[in-house]
């Protein structure tokens, strides 16, 4: 301490020297070094330490130890590999592991989403409802040989029956090769080994299911096609069948020849006959019978060609000619023959979905059985010993040092 701060001080506190400076009572001077705060009286007293440290460190280890040590009953594990495949990635001498080897080169594998739906059915609320039917599922977690903790109350509800089922089973997905690991947990081995089945079987009916569902939808579409072709291959050849009474003819295109050629036949005759009457002319006057019997001939071929010709066609917009049949039987022709292709197209479809319908194209491949175990796996005995003991230090270790925290905040204002 220096001069200033000792001046400070009441002056009773400080006895002046015989020499006349201002000195330090040697007694006073142990008195105040005993209320300087040292790191022990920060934290308090060492009995307060050990009562703290025995009540939340000793203590939670202690009866963590009892409970794993002589309460907590041993659960069995058992676990199962299954895939999900379709028929063309199934190969006889291709095993598991050559199909994650080709998946990983590929770089952008196609293992589709039925193992992840199969994984999240596996822990929803719908498999437990299949797997507790009857109740089975609430008597294998509540046997006797499971430790009153531990131990599942069967007059609970379903959703507290679902929150337990999902700490007794551990489902993964790999990502690259889809192969799904199932883990599942029960106080007995044959209990562990009947749940493990049980729920092989029952991820296998959803995946059944889902694929079965596919193809029932696939060939419903494809006879609504069928059906809607089938109909509108029936109006076209109506609207045909129409078009060909309405014209009078079943094929517009011989009748446009047949009129073709008649008109062909009266242009040759008309042209014969204007030659014989040019010829008479040089003999005979024009008033000659014999050149009004070729006149009159001449007109009425005449006639009868401009007939013939407008019928074929015309620049007259009311007139009805050989073309506008033409273009509407060539336009129903075309709807008949599109509609019949579109029918063959929807029959060949509807065929091919009824028969993929009656095959199986997706299949759930158990390639790691579940087997019946022979020591309880579960609980990590020692491990949650160690772990409740790290916990609990290091909780009381943060409180130790927010008092001490506190305290040292306390002595300095």
């Not at 022709?333 to 993929?356: H, I």
């Amino acid at each position: 301490m220096n001069e200033a701060h000792l001046a400070a001080r009441p002056p009773d506190r400080f006895p002046a020297d015989p020499s006349g400076k201002t000195g330090l009572d040697p007694f006073v001077l142990r008195e105040d070094l005993r209320r300087v705060s040292v790191p022990i009286d920060q934290f308090g007293s060492w009995r307060m330490h050990g009562l703290s440290f025995a009540l939340m460190v000793i203590l939670p280890i202690v009866c963590t130890a009892i409970y794993y040590g002589l309460i907590a009953a041993g659960k069995y594990s058992v676990e199962f590999r299954f895939s999900v495949r379709s028929a063309a990635e199934l190969v006889a001498d291709e095993d598991n592991l050559a199909l994650m080897i080709k998946a990983g080169k590929s770089g952008t594998p196609e293992i589709g989403r039925l193992p992840y739906m199969a994984a999240d059915y596996l822990r929803s609320r719908n498999a437990v409802r299949e797997l507790d039917r009857d109740g089975w599922l609430r008597s294998v977690f509540s046997r006797d040989q499971a430790d009153w903790l531990s131990r599942f109350d069967s007059t609970k509800s379903d959703d507290d029956l679902w929150l337990y089922w999902r700490d007794m089973i551990s489902v993964n997905v790999d990502r690259i090769s889809g192969l799904v690991l199932v883990r599942v947990l029960a106080f007995t081995p044959e209990d562990s080994l009947a749940l493990a089945r049980a729920t092989s079987v029952s991820a296998e009916k959803m995946i059944d299911s889902i694929a079965m569902r596919e193809r029932r939808d696939a060939l419903f579409s494809a006879d609504q096609e069928l059906e809607r072709t089938s109909l509108r291959y029936s109006a076209a050849l109506t609207a045909l069948r129409d078009v060909r009474n309405q014209e009078g003819t079943v094929d517009p295109e011989r009748t446009i020849k047949s009129s073709a050629d008649t008109l062909l036949g009266v242009m040759r005759e008309k042209l014969s006959l204007e030659r014989d009457r040019d010829a008479n002319l040089k003999v005979l006057s024009a008033d000659a019978p014999q050149q009004k019997v070729l006149s009159d001939q001449i007109r009425a071929l005449g006639s009868q060609l401009a007939s013939l010709t407008e019928a074929l066609t015309s620049h007259r917009t009311d007139a009805k000619t050989a073309a506008q049949s033409i273009a509407q039987f060539e336009k129903q022709e075309l709807e008949v023959r599109f509609s019949k292709r579109l029918l063959e197209v929807a029959q060949a479809a509807y065929e091919r979905a009824r028969q993929e319908s009656e095959r199986q194209h997706v299949y759930f491949a158990l390639f790691v059985e579940p087997k019946k175990p022979e020591i309880a796996e579960y609980p990590r005995r020692a491990r949650s010993v160690a772990f409740a003991g790290i916990c609990a230090f290091s909780l009381w270790s943060v409180m130790m040092l927010a008092v001490a925290g506190i305290r040292d905040h306390k002595i300095e204002r």
